[in-house]
């Protein structure tokens, strides 16, 4: 996971598309947010 950090590091440092990569982050967090609670309400 480090190694997919870095390089998208490098990727915002070449484009400049700092938003896209703080969308893709959000778009993560949400779909992980999601799940967890997916497994909470089966686990009920």
Known sequence: ???MKMSSHGRVSQRGGLS???R???AKLYIIRRCIVMLLCWHD
């Open 1 to 3: 996971m480090a190694g």
């Open 20 to 22: 896209r990569m703080l």
């Open 24 to 26: 893709e982050q959000k």
